[in-house]
Structures are given as structure tokens and as C-alpha cells.
Antibody, heavy 122, light 107 residues
Framework: QVQLQESGPGLVKPSETLSLTCTVS????????WSWIRQPPGKGLEWIGY???????NYNPSLKSRATISVETSKNHFSLNLSSVTAADTAVYYC????????????????WGQGALLTVSS | EIVITQSPATLSVSPGERATLSCRAS??????LAWYQRKPGQAPRLLIY???TRATGIPARFSGSGSGTEFTLTISSLQSEDFAVYYC?????????FGQGTKLEIK
């Protein structure tokens, strides 16, 4: 059974860069695509972007190019950096595995982590 | 841009009864719709994809229907472990979009 676990600092100051890592266990990170999804308090889920096992990426334009997702196959993990954070970036951040048709960019998410709360505050 | 609307926001149902959750898309999304269950402190779980295909290990009491703009998740006989928040997600058009969720609570 594939399991994902997010890890991160919990608290980030405004204007700094948020960094999170998702470690995949019970399966290989190769031959799959991996996403970050977040949920601000009281709001809905928002897809941030994905990285493939080969390092190709795709992002939600709503993040205005602040997001960078990378993969480290030797460690079976992938990471999210979100720059210039504000209070609006306070959210529970989930990592997930994509499933579906990658070529047509039609994907849903078949395995998720439990989520990590990131708070942006000085 | 597609808008995904779930209704109701909160649904109160007694154990053993049927629950019907709705998901509406502002534009047609064919059958490219998924449903998820989320419980506090747990990883969200994929229930349904392709509007009606149950994911691996999902009990038969969960069923999905619909296509185009109107979708339904039905839980035929509610068990105690089914009380949670449910989300739908369209993946017919990029970027993938989620609904706001329906909280299913014990009546």
C-alpha cells in the first residue's frame, strides 16, 4: 500500500519561502506523477502543481509562478517550495499521487498524505 | 472557468439510511469526475473516479452516477465510519478543480 507523509516547519514568516517534503513509502516514486494540493482554513481544496518522476512540472496559474516542485528519486521524495508567502498561504498542504491520463492532463488523485498545517505569521 | 458546486453544504442523516450528495459543474465535464472522503486527521481517500467507478477497496454501498454537469454520490446504508466530509473533483479541463465539500453528519 502506497503511503505519503508530508513534513515541514509548521510556521513560516511573511515574505519567506515555504518548503515542504513528501516522502513516499510502500512503492516507488518512479513511473508516476505527484501533486501538491492545499486547503486554506474555511476554504476548498486547491491543486498547486505536479512533478513527474523525470522532473517535468506543471503548475496552477493561480499561484503566479511562486511554486516550484522538485523530485529526488534516490530518496523517494518530492518537495514544494512556495516563495513570497503571505497569510493567504496559510493552509493544510497535502501531497498526493496522480492517476488517470497524463498525456491528456486528465488526472485525479488516488493516494494522499494526511496533510501538514503551514501557518504564515510573523 | 469551470465552477464546481456541491450541495448541500451539510447533510444530516441517521445511520442505516441513504445519503445522496450532489455535485454540479458549470460546464460539461463528461464523466471525468472523482469523489473523495476526508476524515479529521486522516488522508483523504479516493472513492469514485470516472463518475461511477469505485476505487480499489471501496465498499459497494458507495456509488456514483451522472455525466456532463450533474453528478451524485450515494451511500446506500450509512455506517458510523461514513460520517465525514466529501469532495468532488473535475478533471476534464485543466487545472483540476474541487468542490467546496459536503459535510455528512449524524442526525
Amino acid at each position: 500500500q502506497v503511503q505519503l507523509q508530508e513534513s515541514g516547519p509548521g510556521l513560516v514568516k511573511p515574505s519567506e519561502t515555504l518548503s515542504l517534503t513528501c516522502t513516499v513509502s510502500g512503492g516507488s516514486i518512479t513511473n508516476n506523477y505527484w501533486s501538491w494540493i492545499r486547503q486554506p482554513p474555511g476554504k476548498g481544496l486547491e491543486w498547486i502543481g505536479y512533478v513527474s518522476y523525470s522532473g517535468s512540472t506543471n503548475y496552477n496559474p493561480s499561484l503566479k509562478s511562486r511554486a516550484t516542485i522538485s523530485v529526488e528519486t534516490s530518496k523517494n521524495h518530492f518537495s514544494l517550495n512556495l516563495s513570497s508567502v503571505t497569510a493567504a498561504d496559510t493552509a493544510v498542504y497535502y501531497c498526493a499521487r496522480n492517476s488517470g491520463n497524463y498525456g491528456l492532463m486528465l488526472y485525479y488523485f488516488d493516494y494522499w498524505g494526511q496533510g501538514a498545517l503551514l501557518t504564515v505569521s510573523s | 472557468e469551470i465552477v464546481i458546486t456541491q450541495s448541500p453544504a451539510t447533510l444530516s442523516v441517521s445511520p442505516g439510511e441513504r445519503a445522496t450528495l450532489s455535485c454540479r459543474a458549470s460546464q460539461g465535464v463528461s464523466s471525468n469526475l472523482a469523489w473523495y472522503q476526508r476524515k479529521p486527521g486522516q488522508a483523504p481517500r479516493l472513492l469514485i473516479y470516472g463518475a461511477s467507478t469505485r476505487a480499489t477497496g471501496i465498499p459497494a454501498r458507495f456509488s456514483g452516477s451522472g455525466s456532463g454537469t450533474e453528478f451524485t454520490l450515494t451511500i446506500s446504508s450509512l455506517q458510523s465510519e461514513d460520517f465525514a466530509v466529501y469532495y468532488c473533483q473535475q478533471y476534464n479541463k485543466w487545472p483540476p478543480l474541487f468542490g467546496q465539500g459536503t459535510k455528512l453528519e449524524i442526525k
